[in-house]
Each structure stands twice: as C-alpha cells, then as structure tokens.
C-alpha cells in the first residue's frame, strides 16, 4: 500500500445545513478482534488475581476491544505489583482498577446514572445488585430488568431522553468522541426467567455515547430514530415474544447480531470511501464505530469500610461520577440530592449499628429507591394495623423512618460527608428527600414537580416536632386523628403534619413562597405573608389550631397520586370540545371551615370554596392573617397624611428618610401620635399596609411603593418596643414583659430581616441582584447561629 494510500482524508461536509470540515478519517476501519486475540485478553486477565470479574464479563470486554494486544498488557501483572500500568482511583472504602483503551461503540449499552432516580421515567431502570467472588467484591454489578422488552425500551428511553436534552453530534462528527467514557460490564438478568446476558455499559459518557448513535443516524435524523437505531444495533429485533421458543445461547445469538450488523456497515465505509470525493456518510460512520473508553477491570476494599463487599463496586463507580457531576460537571440539584441521600442510607444499612435493625433498614432503603413497591407496603411496614397501599402512606412511613434523631442525625453526617460540606442543616436534609417521596407520582404530577421540590429544599414537612421521633397513626380517615392531636398525641399531630404536608406540596398548594408572592392576587398564588414551607407546615400542626389539623387532614383525604387536582392545573379545552365523560368525581382541594358540618366552606349559594395557596398559609398563623387583614382595612380607611413642609422634611426621625413628597416624615409622626390608641388587633393606626398593584404598574415603581411601607412597618415596630420597655419596671422580675421564647421568636426574625437588608444593600451597590430575596440566614437552618453577634 502505498504511502499515499495509508494518510488519513480530509473531508469538507455539509452537517445540519452547517459546513463543517472533517480530519483524520482512515481509510480502513479498525478490525473486528480475533478468536485468538479474545483468548489472550481473558488469559492476562486471570493471570492477574487482582482482577475479579466473572467470566462472561471477560469474554465481553475481549469481544468489545479493537486494540485486545494492548489491553492484554495493561492487565497483567508487573512482577509483584498487581496493578501494573492500570489507571488507579483511590475513592471512599476501595480503590478502583481501570483499563483504558478504545471499543467498538455498538458493543456499549446505555448504563443507569444516580441523575435518573429523579427523573420522571416511563420505562423505571433496573434492579442494580452488586457481584462478589469468593466474599470479595468483583468490578461489575447486575442489572434486573423485567424481561427483554424492558431491556428494549429502557435502551430507547435512554437515548431518546438524552438526545433530547443535549447532543454534542455535530462536535463527534468533526472530531470523534476524544474524553473516554466510563465504563464497566454488568451481568443482564431478567425477572421472565430469560438467559443472562454479558455487556459493557456506559456510567458516565451517555451524552457523548448517545450523540454518537445520532450522528450514525445522520444529519436528519431526530431524536427517536437515532435512539430506534441504537436499540436495533444493540438487540438485533430481539423481544420478549421472539426469545421465548429459540432455547439457549441468546448472548451468542446477540453477539453475532452485532458483528453481522457492523459487516453490513464497513461495506458500507469501504463503497463510500473509495469515491472520487467521499460524502458524509463515511464521517459518519469512521466517527461512531469506535470510542475510547476506561473500563472498571478491579477493586480493592479498604479495612475500614461500611459498606458490604456487594455493596462496594457500585458505591465506588457513584462516588467517581459524583466527584464530576456534583464538584465540578453538575447535574441539576435533583439529582445531586437522590445521589446523596441513597447513597447515605446505604451506607447507614451497612454499617451494623446495634441502634437500629438492619433488615428493617433494608426495608426503608427499599422504599427509598422503589425496590419495594408501594403495592407491597401492607406486608412491609407496620405491627398491629398495616396501613393502606397508597403513595401517600408510603412517603408517611418512609418520612417517620428517616426522621428517627439517632438515625436523623447519622443520615445527615453521612450526607455531608458525601457532599463534602461542613454542615447539613435541617433545610438541606429535606431538599435531599424531595426526589425520593415523589417516586410514585413524580410522572403524574410533572408539570408541578419542579415547585414541589423547591419547597423541599426550602424544609419541606420537616417540622421541629417531626424530626424528634414518632410512629404513624393508621386510619382510613385523617380527620379522626384532630381529636387526639389536638389533646397531645405527637403521633396523631406528626401523622397529619406529614401526610397533609406532602399532599399539599406535591399539589402546589405549599410551594416554598418568596417576596413576588406576597404582590400576586389569591387566586395566581399569592401569600397573605412570606413563611417557609416546614414553617408552614409547623404552625398547621400546632396542638391548639383546630383550622391548620383540619385542613391537613382534608388534604390528607383528598390527595391522589395518580393525577392533578384542579387547584393546582387549570384545564382548558384546546379545541372547544366538552371534556370526555367520566364517573371519577373531580379532584380539588376545598377550603376549611369550622362551622360547617362537613368542615367545607362554601359561598352564600353553598358551592364550594376552592382551596388556594393563601388559605394554607393563612391557617398556619390565623392571628397574623387576621392582624394584617385589619391593618390592610385600616390603611384603606385611614385619611392620608398631610403632606410636610420642607423644614418638617428636615426634622424626619433618625433613620427614616424623607421622601420628594415628605410624607415619611409626617407618617413617622402620624405613627407616634396614633400609638396612643390601636386598632382591634393590636395594629398602629396610621399602618399603612402594601396593597394589589395593577399589572400596568412597572416593577421599579412597585419597588419604590413597597419600600415606603418597608420604612413605616420598621420604624412602627421601633415605636412599639418604646412602648414595651418602660412596662418592664412596672411588671417586676416574676412575670417578664415579654416571655424569653418570644424574644427568641423574634430576634430570629430580626436576624433574618437584617440580613436580607444587609444583602439587598451589598447587591445594590454593586449592582447584582439575584431576584427572589430568599432568606439566607435562618437559626432553624444552622442552629449554632449566634444570634446576637448578627444584631
């Protein structure tokens, strides 16, 4: 051949109406791997007692490799060290053993990421368990799937569903894959009883694995033809109903399925590539037939580990794809957040803690992951009254396991471990939780998934009470337990704190409310006042506020996993058309009230009174809702201030500036003179409070208004605590003027005002802002705040 012959082409192409050039395509694909060859990989690779990896894994990775002599190299061993030239990754509890070298890509499947277990999936991944060989643990896992079908769309879904949310094929058809993508083989069982299958999959790389079968798809394919490509590839047609009377050897049969597919493809390369002037198709298909890769071929497990040698493998891989998706790469905070806590719970499984019984942690962790369904709930949990197997008794079982304080507290020591930070605040433990107490409705709620898992992350159900230990109250109707909670039993409270709390969070009745909330009307979201969502949920479940018990145990009744309420998704006819018939009552969420019989407000005319965000928070603390609505009556009745003159403009109290209009000053005075008397409630005549803006009304001048009433609302609370402080004399050292938990209470509250202040000022002057005005500080975040350092 001559020297011309063997330098690789350059090709100008046109890629999705973009003109790309194209470098460095041989001639000749690289070769299929010999018998012979297959047989040295796996001969090096026993001969290395390091490496512990079942035969079938073996004989797939020699299958897979276009370079097997150099492969056969990395994995023997050098003299006495058994590592050899393999890549080393020392993680927590094990060091991994890798080999780098280069794969046919249609030997690779899509492997599961921690980012899928919070994703809404309509094919769920595999059963993962892990491999050991005489008690140690071996470089791979197992995959369960239900039968080949399983198999079969879950390949679908996985390349579909990445492709359709990023795709670096036009990068891949210019320069190839160069970053090696994370591999390791897996054992495929199936749950019908089918054969066992050998592969290589992918457990970090799946975009690139992915783009790649997009771009042997070709320039117009989409999506799903690229993800219809890969799983023709990779199972040959193979289903479930095909399988099912050809009898053994469907590893062989698949195997040869492949490399006949790849036949059909270098004679394909070989036609193109001989033209005069090669087209897009021989890029196309040089780029996709191989990709580098680093694949898992030994562990070792380090004396001091909590983990069980089954368990080691798979912890070790998540721990190397957290290191780059959680550090530096990072998924979206979902995912971060199901990588965490399922990973600390396994580790609190393993660790033999004479505190807790392992097999029952094994349960909880079963319910934590979807390995126990929620069918199977009834037999799994509960002693004398088994509850009943819905989602939402599930996420209650599971929130009460999780929440035991000795266990709490591991769990959360764990997390931050894994997340390498120096705390876990309580907040952030619940943010942890979201993805998994949404498993069983995540798909059927979707459209609100995302707001639900913020409010999570802003506490979530995670109440004071709930997280000091107590066990579910099994009843088929929640209002019966606002007797008995109302009289003192924590278990009852907590039962309706959680299972109310959930149901409301997850039908964006409970959503973690910020400042654009407090301007929006009732019925698009609005709050009466800003609270967080465990804070809400707090004063819902207070012993002494019949209102909040009941409205959780209502939620709690009304709750369905399987579909929206209309409080939270308005359906609209698209087309004009009446909505199709159905015998299922309409699913919402009604307003509570005391007085009725049925506990159902409802309008002179006796509908029913929607459910609105602004009623569940309203309920938490009826006596503010019901201080702000008269200080709201009061502002609108009250004559307004004079306007002052320039020297009174002067004189404004310290602190308070003037206004072009003077008015600060004249209410500041209006305030003093007006605490002579107070309106019913306790509320400063003269309080203006913020009203509704019409949508006309531009943000900044929205800003310019709320101020005002930021600047009367602190200077009246100055007033007020004038007013309180001469009283301490007078009431003497036995009753305090103000009891030491409100005073608490309230520098808490100071603090986080200071510090949202503090914040808005720092932004201003540089000139940033980060929009919501979430609190920052908050003392249920970090208990050791040091409250009166900030003040």
């Known amino acids: 051949m001559s020297t011309e012959s063997r330098q690789p082409l350059t090709l100008d192409i046109t890629w999705r109406g973009e003109n790309i050039q194209v470098s460095n395509i041989a001639r000749t694909l690289p070769a299929e791997p010999t018998d012979e060859q297959q047989k040295t990989v796996i001969e090096a690779a026993r001969q290395n007692p390091g490496i512990r990896i079942p035969e079938g894994a073996l004989t797939a990775i020699a299958t897979a490799v276009t370079q097997p002599g150099a492969l056969a190299v990395q994995l023997q061993p050098q003299g006495q060290d058994l590592q050899g030239v393999l890549m080393v990754e020392n993680v927590e509890g094990a060091t991994l053993y890798s080999a780098v070298t280069r794969v046919l890509m249609s030997e690779l499947f899509p492997g599961i990421q921690p980012r899928t277990g919070m994703e809404i999936l309509e094919v769920p991944d595999p059963q993962v368990q ?134 059909g493809l270098r004679t394909e390369f070989a036609e193109e590539i001989h033209k005069q002037v090669p087209e897009a198709r021989a890029a196309q298909i040089f780029q996709s037939f191989t990709v580098p890769a680093q694949i898992a071929v030994g562990i070792d497990a380090h004396t001091k580990r909590l983990l069980s040698a089954e368990d080691l493998f798979d912890d070790a891989i ?48 079963g319910l934590a992951v979807g390995r126990i369904p929620v069918a199977a709930l009834p037999g799994v949990v509960g002693g004398e009254d088994t509850p009943p197997a819905t989602a939402l008794w599930r996420a209650v079982y599971l929130l009460s396991a999780l929440t035991k304080p000795e266990l709490f507290e591991a769990l959360k020591e764990q997390a931050k471990v894994i997340k390498g930070d120096q705390r876990m605040t309580v907040k952030g433990f619940a943010g942890l939780l979201g993805p998994v107490v ?266 310019a208004e709320l101020t005002k009433h930021l600047r009367y609302h602190v200077q009246a609370s100055r007033d007020i605590l004038d007013r309180i402080l001469p009283l301490e004399a007078e009431v003497g050292v036995h009753t305090p003027p103000v009891p030491s938990g409100t005073l608490d209470e309230l520098l808490g509250l100071l603090v986080g005002i200071q510090t949202d202040v503090e914040n808005l000022r720092r932004r201003t002057a540089s000139g940033v802002s980060d929009g919501d005005g979430e609190e920052e500080n908050d003392p249920y975040d970090d208990p050791s705040t040091d409250a009166s350092a900030l003040v």
């Open 130 to 263: 892990g491999i050991t060989q005489d008690g140690l643990p071996s470089a791979g896992v197992e995959y369960r799937y239900d039968d080949l079908d399983h198999l079969s769309n879950h390949v679908w879904q996985t390349i579909h569903g990445t492709l359709s949310k990023n795709s670096y094929a036009t990068s891949i058809v210019t320069r190839s894959v160069t970053r090696n993508l994370i591999t390791h083989p897996v054992r495929i069982t199936f749950e019908d009883g089918t054969e066992p299958i050998h592969a290589l999959v992918v457990r970090d790389g799946i975009t690139r694995l992915a783009s790649t079968w997009s771009v042997l798809a070709g320039p117009r394919s989409d999506a799903a033809a690229a993800a219809e490509l890969a799983r023709q590839a990779l199972l040959g047609g193979a289903t479930t109903a095909s399988e099912r009377d050809k009898g053994p050897g469907l590893e062989q049969r698949l195997v040869a399925s492949r490399r006949k597919w790849r036949e």
């Open 318 to 365: 998540r721990s190397v794809l957290a290191s780059i998706h959680v550090e530096f790469k990072q998924w979206e905070t979902a995912a971060q957040n199901v990588e965490v806590i399922t990973r600390a719970l396994k580790r609190i499984v393993q660790s033999d803690d004479p505190r807790w019984s392992t097999t029952e942690l094994q349960d909880v962790y």
């Open 438 to 703: 949404d498993l069983p409705w995540r798909t059927r709620k979707r459209l609100v998934t995302p707001t639900a898992r913020n409010a999570w992350s802003n506490g979530g159900v995670l109440t004071p009470t709930v997280v000091g230990g107590w066990n579910p109250v099994v009843t088929d109707d929640f209002t019966t337990l606002v007797g008995p909670a109302m009289r003192g039993d924590i278990d009852a409270r907590c039962t309706l704190a959680v299972a109310g709390g959930v149901a409301l969070i997850a039908d964006k009745l409970l959503t973690r409310n910020v400042g654009s909330s407090l301007n929006a009307p009732k019925e698009n979201g609005g709050v009466p006042f800003r609270l967080d969502t465990h804070k809400v949920v707090e004063g819902l479940s207070r012993q002494d506020n019949e209102l909040g018990l009941h409205l959780l145990a209502m939620a709690a009744n009304t709750f369905r996993g399987a579909d929206l309420p209309l409080n939270a998704v308005s359906k609209q006819s698209l087309t004009g058309k009446d909505p199709v018939a159905t015998d299922e009552k309409p699913y919402v969420y009604f307003k509570v009230d005391l007085a009725a019989e049925d506990r159902i407000a409802r309008t002179a005319d006796g509908v029913p009174v929607m459910l609105h965000e602004w009623d569940v928070v309203a309920a938490a603390d009826p006596e503010r809702a019901r201080i702000l609505a008269e200080a709201e009556e009061s502002s609108r009745t009250a004559p307004a201030a004079a306007p002052s003159t320039a020297a009174e403009d002067a004189t404004a109290a310290p602190g308070v500036p003037a206004t072009d209009s003077g008015e600060a000053g004249a209410t500041v005075t209006d305030l003093t003179v007006s605490l002579s008397g107070e309106a019913p409630g306790g509320v400063p005549h003269g309080v203006p409070g913020p009203r509704g803006f019409s949508p006309s009304v531009p943000p900044s001048q929205r800003a």
